[in-house]
Each structure stands twice: as C-alpha cells, then as structure tokens.
C-alpha cells in the first residue's frame, strides 16, 4: 500500500473529500450554537425564514413517487440496462445501508438523464440539482428547500422589525444560519419518513462539482452532513459530480459513453439518422451521448455531416489553443508527448502522465483543461473526448512534419 502511494501521484482534481476542517468537522446540523441561529434574540418568537409549504410533514419527495423531475423527450431514450441497474441499486439502498454514494462521470455522459428517469419512478428521494446560481450557502439553501415543497417565508416584516432596533438585516442574516434551518426541516423530514416506511430515503445532490470550484466550505459541510446523516441512518447521501475520487465513500457508480450498438440505436431508432450517417457520427464523437445529441441536432437544423464535423472539431481545437498545446504554447511539448503515448497504448498512467507533465501541479493544470480526462478511482489518463482525440492527433501529424 504505502509503496502504491508512493508511486501515485496525488488526485488530480480538486479534492473532493478532504479531511475534515476545523469548521466542517464541527459541523452537526443540530448542533449548531443557537447564537448562529438567524435570531437567537428573538427566542420567545423565532423568526421564520422558511414556512412550511401546503405539504406538511411528509411532502411530495417523501411520497408517493414522481418528486423527481421526469426527463423530458423520453421517446428519444436509450435503454442503458447496465448504467440505469447500477443508479437503481444507489437510490434504492437497503434499509441498514450507512454509507453514502457517488455517480460519476465526464460532461455529457447521461448521468442526470439516468438519476432523473429512475429516480422519478421511485419514492423517498429528494432531487437538488445545483446549478450555476446555487452555488452560495443561501442560494443552495433555498434551492434545497424548494426541492421539499418548503418556501421561503417573505422577510419584509422581519427587515422591518430589525430596522426598529437599528440594525440592518445585513448585519445579522447569517447565510449559513438559513442553510441550518433547511437541515433541520429536512432532518425532521427524513425522520418521519423513516419511521413510516422503515428504510432511509435519499438524497440526491447533482452538480456537486459546482461546489468544489465555486464554495468549497459548503462543499465540506455537505460531506460531513453525508457522513453523520449515514451514521445514523438517518437518510443516504448520492453525490452526482463530473469529476473526483475519494476513499470515505460507499458505492462509486461510474457512467461513461455508450458502447457502439446504443449509439447506433440512439441515432437510428430514436433520431432517425440512417445507418450510414450514424456510423460517420459515432465515429466522430464516439459514444458521449451529449456530443450525439448535439451532432444529431445540428444536422436536423440544416447542417451537413462536414459542418458538424468542423464545429466539433473547431470547439476541440479552441480547447487546445487555451490549454497551450499550439506552437509556442506552455503544455506544447509535455502534451504532444503525452498524445503519442496514448496514441500507442490507448491510455498513459498517471505516473508518467505526470512525470512527463514536469510537476504535480503541472500536471493538475495539464488535467483540468479539457484535453485529458481521468476516470474515478483509475490510475489511467485517456483523451477528454473523440473530437479532442481527432484533433490533437492532426496537431500531432502536423508538428512532426
Ligand atoms: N439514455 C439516453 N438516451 C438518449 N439521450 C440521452 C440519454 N442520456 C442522456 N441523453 C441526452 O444526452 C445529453 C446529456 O445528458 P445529461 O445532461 O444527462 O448528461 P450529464 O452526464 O448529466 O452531463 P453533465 O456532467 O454536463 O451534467 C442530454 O441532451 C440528454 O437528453
Ligand atoms: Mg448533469
């Protein structure tokens, strides 16, 4: 083991589950000093930030089925037996489970499509997707707490009472005391679920990646949350993100491209593409089900096969052009290199992607640019996607020449 570490570089990404920090590791969503409260003054009275939505106690997630969002367009869905029997067996954990899980998987491989079409059909699981303006303690907050049917309260009688005594609400609103409050409700929640139908329900966070880039703090008390809440069986934690590893975890569920024949069905069966086209496409973008959909969208808009061909291309080429793989640029020669090896054994390991990458934060840089990608728990570096693939080895062809 301790020979393995030495060997393996440290994970690239952004860690995911660092070791718990002073304040993450203190945090218990009932613990929580009543001084952070959002006004501790006001005991007799506390005052509400959220109000109970018109579902009390057990809301929409906790029964029946259908709180999470359908996907839309189902007819154009691939069967994924493997993939969708995988999420099924994370979102239906048995009743003692105390762990809590992780689905995995580049942009654009399926994961939300498939979290969402199975988890729409069961009961007992709340769905938060985080997206790009829900990344501050509040505005997760709020989002979580409409995700449970839990609506925030109006604060103008509250800014006016706090005005009365000379302070403005700014001073006072803690953020994180309103993600305190969520917790709590949904705490209360996943109880009387539990002790209704005997087995935890779950919680699905999708997006997390969004966190360890925009609020890493938050990020932490999420997994501490996770941590405890498994501990005590409380409800299961599936963190979705596309990207990280990590050993605190239960399952990992990794979604990766579709094999050749559902790409082909997806094309033909559910797009209408012809057979021929269909095998010009795959062999364009591979099986990444987002680049698919793409290329098939582009060609009902009007576009020919080539025109696709060379926006995707170009996009992969822009990627380059940033990343410092054109002439003169930082990852120029360490990328060129790194291409031949994967060209000649299909994938490089992480030791020699970062030995050849020149340091580990070099090599950290080379990896979050898009070109390359890892898979979770691998030790092995590949190409981010096919249209990357077929333009770093034109870039290749054209620098030896
Ligand atoms: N099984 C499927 N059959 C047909 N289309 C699919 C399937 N799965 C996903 N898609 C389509 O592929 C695209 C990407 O899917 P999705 O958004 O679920 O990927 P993702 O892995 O969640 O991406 P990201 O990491 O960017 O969040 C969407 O347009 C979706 O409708
Ligand atoms: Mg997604």
């Known amino acids: 083991m301790a020979a393995r570490a030495a060997r393996i570089p440290p994970c690239p990404f952004p860690r995911f589950y660092p070791p718990c920090t002073s304040f993450a590791s203190s945090f218990h969503i009932h613990q929580f000093p009543a001084s952070h409260l959002p006004c501790s003054r006001f005991q007799a009275s506390p005052l509400k930030y959220f109000r109970q939505g018109t579902h009390r106690g057990l809301s929409t997630w906790g029964s029946p089925t259908g709180a999470v969002p359908d996907v839309e367009r189902k007819a154009t869905l691939v069967e994924r037996q493997g993939a969708t029997r995988a999420i099924e067996s994370i979102l239906k954990p048995q009743s003692d489970y105390a762990r809590y899980n992780m689905i995995v998987g580049n942009h654009g491989t399926g994961k939300t499509t498939l979290v969402c079409h199975v988890g729409h059909q069961l009961d007992g699981i709340l769905y938060v997707n985080i997206s790009p303006n829900s990344v501050s303690d509040k505005t997760f907050a709020e989002e979580f707490a409409k995700a449970f049917h839990w ?12 005005s009365y005594w000379g302070i403005s609400a700014g001073e006072v609103a803690d953020d994180r005391a309103i993600l305190v409050e969520v917790f709590k409700e949904f705490d209360n929640q996943a109880k009387v679920f539990k002790k209704n139908k005997g087995r935890s329900p779950v919680l699905v966070l999708d997006n997390i990646n969004r966190l360890a880039e925009a609020n890493p703090k938050l990020l932490n008390i ?7 809440a498994a501990d005590d069986g409380l409800f299961i934690t599936v963190f ?38 269909a095998e010009d496409i795959y062999s364009l973008v591979g099986g990444r089900v987002g680049l698919l959909v793409t290329a098939v969208n582009e060609l009902d808009s009007g576009q020919d096969f080539a025109g696709v061909r060379e926006l995707l291309l170009g996009d992969a080429r822009r990627v380059l052009r940033k990343g410092g793989m054109e002439q003169g640029g930082q990852f120029r020669e360490a990328g060129i290199q790194i291409a031949n090896h994967i060209f000649q054994h299909g994938r490089i390991s992480w030791y020699d992607f970062y030995r050849i990458s020149g340091s580990t934060s070099q090599g950290d840089q080379l990896l979050s640019l898009n070109i390359f990608t890892t898979a979770p728990r691998s030790e092995w570096v590949f190409f981010d996607t096919k249209p990357m693939e077929i333009t770093v080895r034109a870039l290749v062809e054209n620098a030896s020449d």
């Open 222 to 228: 999420l997994q501490d949350m996770a941590k405890d």
């Open 151 to 162: 609506t925030p309260a109006t604060r103008f009688w509250h800014d006016m009472l706090l």
């Open 240 to 277: 979705v993100t596309s990207r990280s590893a990590s050993s605190r975890l239960g399952k990992v569920v990794e979604i990766g491209d579709m094999n050749h024949d559902e790409a082909i069905d997806f094309l033909c069966n559910k797009r209408a593409i012809s057979e021929s086209v």
